[in-house]
């Protein structure tokens, strides 16, 4: 898979961190050289990376 669709693949998913500190929904993505940068509803960024668990967002976890 290339960078690209990796970053396309977590937007509108919920990731959380690691250590479970961080968790959120995707709403964009930022392309590095390095990895992928993900901006989460509530504004904090998150880089996708080993260890972070990426899972389909409940309905109600969704913000209109």
């Keep these: 898979r290339t960078s690209l669709q990796e970053a396309n693949s977590v937007i509108g998913r919920t990731v ?3 250590d ?4 959120g929904v995707v709403k964009e993505v930022t392309l590095y050289n390095d990895g992928i ?6 504004g904090t960024k ?3 990376g ?4 990426v899972s ?8 209109t």
Excluded at 37 to 42: E, G, H, N, Q
């Design 20 to 23: 479970g500190k961080v968790s």
């Design 16 to 18: 959380t961190s690691e």
């Design 37 to 42: 940068v993900a901006t989460l509803d509530s």
């Design 56 to 63: 389909e967002t409940k309905a109600s976890e969704t913000q």
């Design 50 to 53: 080993p260890g972070v668990k």
């Design 46 to 48: 998150l880089v996708i």
